[in-house]
Each structure stands twice: as structure tokens, then as C-alpha cells.
């Protein structure tokens, strides 16, 4: 269907917002968006004194892993696989319920894609992936898988490692661990680089070379170190949950040591090294910012974090954490940053553009341009204005979201 939506001021996140614009889709992709454009053949939807803006997004939720509204059990949520300590042959998507009632919420909200993860049980933890927030069968909602690994430093690794009589104890053995995963997955790519060469030498040689006897054996296939060679590559990033500063300062040591690429999960000290980060160009994913100190690293929690590490000069996403808060509170969670010093003109690219890069999405979602999904929230008016709604939800171009006064 062919629709213009006409007349609203459009934060198309690729300039300045433009008043009294159009936005034009075709089915599932954006067509154009500007001023003065011909509407002709179009079904036109008045949008006269609403804002548009991308379809918002979460870099680090646990939607549909922790399901909500059920009471706590050993057999209830699948969020944290505690048998081992080393785990990235995991696979969150493998875990996640679809008919989470956090899906709901997000298109109330106006996030249409989340980066979904496991939790922080594990020094290397699973695979992370990219989901949009509406549909029933986890394989159609996915839209990339995987997008990153899943580490953590600090307390809950430890936590987890006492609870369970195995390591890790102490900081140093969350880091040993990790340390001697990656040089296990150095040795295991050798060994299969060797086996290659072996085989090559033997196709170019005589025919006495090709006997069956000759052929080297072949190394064991490892799911785990698989995908660490992903990480090692520089094909997808390590996602590390890490508040302490002593802790994040370890993830960036291990990640130079192994030359991987790196995104720090949380960040809640991350104004204390600031321009460390910044002259690193390492992306934070900060929060959840709202909330009690429910243990000791997050003494230290602020709202004021992201506008300081913007004014530093690094890529901020802003994250709810779901469901340790409801995904549709990631817009209010910004609206309380700004109060606290994040720049009103920066705000939104902190749950749009900069999470979808992040998340290495940006060539579909993340901003409004020709040729990307048609995802995009309409509002009644300034969307960081607190009394101000969603009003329309659009995933794909379709409406999967407006709202009535007869919610709940």
C-alpha cells in the first residue's frame, strides 16, 4: 500500500528535522521523505501537528527471555544458562518466548527493533541478535543473528560461580577465563589452518601423495570457539556488561590484547574514564538509569552519564535494560537524561541512529531515508515532552500499534 504521511515536523535523523514534511512509503520500504512532494496516487494520511520519528530502538534488552507476569520459579525464564561458565555457542534467540507481553509494550512505546540478549551469568556468554518487535515465530522477526557476543565482568559472573561451587571467584579469574578461551580459539584455528594446508599439498602433489592414508586427520568442529573466530575476525563485536570503571578498563585491555571489536553494556562508571573511551572510540550502551542500587557496582548510577559522555565525544545508546525497566520507558528513561544534561538535539539519536549502528543494522532501521524500513513512531507532539504520546506505531509499514483512550 502506498501511503504519504503529510504535514508533521519529521525527525528523519539524516539532517535537521524538516517542518511541514512528507514521508512516502511503498509497502515495507520508506519511498522519500522532504518538503513539497507529490502525493499523486497516494493514500494520504494528515499528520498536521504531530512529529515522526524513526522507530525507536533498544541495543540491550532481555524482552521475551525473562517472560512478565509470571510468578518465580526454578523452571521460569530462560535468561541465564548457569551449567557453565564459558558459553558462546549459545544462541539467545533460541530462548526467546514471542508471545512475551514486553513485545506489546515496545510497540506501545514505539520501539520496533531490540537487540536481545541473555544474561550476565557467564565471562563469555551467547550469541546476541536483532529483532523487531512485532510477529509470532521468532525465526521471521529476527533480522540479523548473530549480532555480537555476549561478555561480562564483574559481580554477577562471580555471583554465579560461588552459587554454583565453580569459577569464577574473583575478577582476575573472570578475566583468566576469558583470556584462555581466546587463546584456545587461536590454537583451534591453527589447527584447522594446518589440516587446509595439509589437504591443499596433497591435491597439488603425485598420485602417491593422494593416497587415502596420506589425508591428515580432521580436526573436531567446536560450535563455541566457531563463533569466537567471528569475534577475532572483527566480524561481530564482544557486548560487554561492565558498570565498575576498573571493570570496563579490563574489557578494553582484553580487547586490545585480542584486537576483537568492543561495545561496553551498562557503562554506569563510565564518566570516571571518559576520555580513555572517547580516544578509543568505544560505543556505551548506558543504563538501565533508573532504579535502586540493588548491589554494589551500581553505587555510582546516574542519569547525568550519557550527556557526559556525549559532551566527550562517544556514541551513546540509552537502554532500558527490559524488563529491569519496561521497554516502553526507553523514551521516558531519555526524557530524565536530558533533564540531567544530555543535549536535547543529541537526545534521539541515542535510541534511534546510534543503536542501529551499534547493532549493525543502520542500513535498514535507524533513520528515515529512501530505501530503508518503513518503521517510524507518530507522536501528538514533541516526543520528549512527558505529556505527549505515541499515538501510531508503524513496523514495516504496517500499523502495529495506535492508541485509544480504552488502554490500559
Not at 509470571?70 to 521460569?76: I, L, Y
Not at 575476525?233 to 584486537?259: K, M, Q, V
Not at 570516571?272 to 548491589?295: D, H, M, Q
Request: net charge negative.
Amino acid at each position: 500500500m502506498k501511503k504519504a504521511f503529510v504535514g508533521a515536523k519529521i525527525h528523519t535523523m539524516e539532517g535537521e528535522p524538516i517542518e511541514n514534511a512528507i514521508l512516502i512509503i511503498d509497502g515495507s520500504s520508506i519511498v522519500e521523505v522532504g518538503e513539497n512532494l507529490s502525493t499523486d496516487g497516494y493514500e494520504v494520511i494528515d499528520c498536521k501537528g504531530m512529529e515522526i520519528t524513526p522507530g525507536l530502538i533498544d541495543a540491550h534488552s532481555h524482552v521475551g527471555l525473562w517472560e512478565e507476569g509470571v510468578s518465580p520459579g526454578p523452571a521460569v525464564g530462560d535468561g541465564n544458562e548457569t551449567s557453565e561458565a564459558i558459553v558462546p555457542y549459545l544462541r539467545s534467540m533460541d530462548s526467546i518466548f514471542p508471545e512475551d507481553l514486553g513485545f506489546d509494550d515496545a510497540r506501545k512505546g514505539g520501539v520496533t527493533t531490540m537487540g536481545l540478549t541473555h544474561g550476565s551469568a557467564n565471562p563469555i556468554g551467547g550469541q546476541f541478535c536483532v529483532v523487531k518487535s512485532r510477529g509470532h515465530v521468532i525465526d521471521e522477526m529476527v533480522i540479523r543473528e548473530p549480532a555480537g557476543v555476549k561478555m561480562a565482568m564483574g559481580e554477577n559472573p562471580k555471583r554465579v560461580g560461588v552459587n554454583n561451587k565453580r569459577a569464577p571467584h574473583t575478577r582476575m579469574a573472570v578475566a583468566y577465563l576469558i583470556r584462555k578461551s581466546f587463546y584456545e580459539t587461536l590454537d583451534y584455528a591453527q589447527k584447522w589452518e594446518g589440516y587446509y594446508k595439509k589437504i591443499k599439498s596433497i591435491e597439488e602433489g603425485d598420485d602417491e601423495n593422494k593416497k587415502k592414508n596420506d589425508l591428515p586427520s580432521k580436526p573436531e568442529y567446536d560450535l563455541g570457539k566457531e563463533i569466537l573466530l567471528k569475534v577475532l575476525n572483527r566480524e561481530i563485536p564482544i557486548r560487554c556488561h561492565s558498570h565498575r570503571a576498573d571493570d570496563i578498563r579490563t574489557a578494553i585491555r582484553l580487547s586490545e590484547e585480542f584486537g576483537y571489536k568492543l561495545v561496553i553494556d551498562h557503562a554506569t562508571e563510565s564518566s570516571k574514564i571518559k576520555e580513555i573511551i572517547a580516544e578509543k572510540n568505544l560505543p556505551c550502551v548506558i543504563g538501565p538509569l533508573f532504579g535502586t542500587r540493588v548491589k554494589r557496582e551500581l553505587v555510582n548510577k546516574s542519569l547525568k552519564t550519557p550527556g557526559i559522555m556525549v559532551k566527550a565525544g562517544v556514541m551513546v545508546c540509552i537502554t532500558t535494560d527490559a524488563p529491569v525497566i519496561p521497554i516502553d520507558g526507553l523514551r521516558d528513561t531519555v526524557v530524565m537524561a536530558i533533564r540531567e544534561g544530555l543535549p536535547a538535539d543529541r537526545a534521539l539519536e541515542t535510541i534511534t541512529l546510534n543503536p542501529a549502528k551499534v547493532l549493525n543494522v543502520d542500513d535498514r532501521v535507524g533513520s528515515l531515508k529512501a530505501g530503508k524500513d518503513a518503521d517510524f513512531v507518530i507522536f501528538d507532539g514533541d516526543p520528549f515532552d512527558v505529556r505527549n504520546r505515541v499515538l501510531k506505531t508503524y513496523i514495516d509499514g504496517d500499523l502495529v500499534y495506535e492508541y485509544s483512550e480504552d488502554e490500559n
